[in-house]
């Protein structure tokens, strides 16, 4: 049975400039694995858009990878 091969990452946080090593099988999932310990993620609610579209925080739209180095 074969292993999936893994990398460590090295993945830093832009505002900080600190890094985390993380040994992973993706790009994708070193990123998460550091995004877990920094957010929570739930899907907003109706109350929650109301409030934020009314202090002017936009709605983002998520882009792959390949999509957004185009």
């Known amino acids: 049975m074969s292993k999936t091969p893994t990398r460590i990452y090295a993945v830093k946080r832009q505002s900080s400039g600190t890094t985390r090593l993380v ?13 877990l310990d920094e957010y929570d993620v739930d899907v907003a609610s109706q109350d929650q858009l109301v409030n934020a579209l009314g202090v002017g925080i936009a709605v983002e739209t998520a882009t792959t ?3 957004a180095s185009v």
């Open 23 to 35: 040994r992973a099988t993706s790009q994708a999932q070193a990123l998460r694995h550091v995004a």
């Open 65 to 67: 990878v390949e999509a």
